[in-house]
């Protein structure tokens, strides 16, 4: 299996909900990310787990809350997000190997809408 | 990380080769040469990596200049499914605090026709 798995595939939400994203892996990876990617723009790197713990936060706002419950699994929670906030949001893995040198695996995607 | 610069945009005939040029001038001793695609609607995906020898998997060839300020993607025999944005990314490896981190540029719109 060397598949990332992301759901839901579009979420629409208003900006008073809370929903969560969902992402897995069982490629037996130990680091695993959330990237946000604007229409017509690259992925922008968020979050960065390795072995469950966040060792990366590229000062994203509070109102974005990962977590990594077991090795196989990423979560996203959302809270009083803004219009602003839609975008697509990309889960990957990596080995997390000694090297340093590993290839990211990312999942299709989840298409958010904030109205 | 060292910043890349790539052209925006560039056409390919179905069947030719396809080159695809990224400059990395600034790249540091330590830091690899990584070529993502995506395709529209998907995720990124992973093509191939460098250090400082030319590299060739079942996807592409990589090659890396001399002093390393630059690099090509080839893709030999471009297919319409080729069509994608292609991503030049330079990082570091073992031991720099950029572990694990990908900064993507603006890539280059890969159009395979006919």
């Known amino acids: 299996d060397t598949e990332v798995t992301q759901t839901p595939k579009h979420l629409v939400m208003g900006m008073t909900n809370k929903k969560s994203l969902k992402c897995e892996q069982h490629m037996g990876h130990r680091a695993m990310y959330w990237y946000k990617q604007k229409a017509k723009k690259p992925p922008e790197l968020m979050f960065v787990y390795s072995y469950e713990k966040l060792s990366i936060n590229e000062s994203v706002p509070s109102r974005f809350s990962p977590e990594c419950p077991n090795s196989s699994l990423l979560n996203l929670h959302l809270h009083a997000l803004q219009p602003e906030d839609s975008a697509l949001y990309l889960c990957?893995?990596?080995?997390?190997?000694?090297?340093?040198?590993?290839?990211?695996?990312f999942g299709p995607g989840t298409r958010l809408t904030v109205l | 990380d060292a910043k890349t610069t790539q052209p925006p945009s560039m056409d390919c005939a179905e069947g030719r080769a396809a080159n695809l040029p990224c400059n990395h001038s600034?790249?540091?001793?330590?830091?690899?040469v990584y070529w993502y695609r995506q395709i529209h609607s998907q995720g990124p995906q992973y093509i191939i990596h460098?250090?400082?020898n030319n590299e060739t998997n079942e996807m592409a060839s990589l090659i890396i200049t001399e002093d390393r300020k630059s690099s090509t993607l080839i893709l030999p025999h471009a297919t319409l499914r080729d069509t994608a944005v292609y991503y030049c990314i330079v990082r570091v490896g073992a031991g720099g605090t950029s572990y694990g981190k990908l900064t993507f540029g603006q890539g280059t719109i890969l159009t395979v026709h006919p």
């Open positions: 990957a893995s990596s080995l997390a190997g000694t090297s340093g040198i590993d290839e990211q695996f």
């Open positions: 460098g250090l400082k």
């Open positions: 600034t790249i540091s001793g330590n830091e690899y």
